[in-house]
């Protein structure tokens, strides 16, 4: 594995847990989802970030919708 390739992974990594943890941290009863609405809130800043196919899992009519943040973390990244 070159330098250039760890460094993709554990930066992949960082940004896992930072979305975990955000999302984590607006789950008050420790759920593992989010309602749409409060994922599209806090993701509201990143959408230049993130990739079409993704923003559509984002753009949902029903905004009571759960969503397990953990599957959605890993989405983002494209690691599932």
Do not use: N, P, W
């Not at 930072?18 to 409060?38: C, M």
Request: glycine content about 4%.
């Amino acid at each position: 594995m070159s330098f250039t390739e760890f460094i993709g992974i554990m930066a992949e990594a960082e940004f896992y847990h930072l979305f975990r943890d955000t999302f984590k941290a607006i789950d008050k009863q420790d759920s593992g989802y989010l309602k749409a609405r409060d994922l599209d809130r806090v993701l509201c800043g990143m959408r230049d970030l993130i990739s079409d196919d993704r923003k559509s899992i984002i753009d949902v009519e029903d905004e009571d919708m759960l969503i397990d943040y953990e599957q959605f973390s890993k989405m983002l990244l494209g690691t599932i």
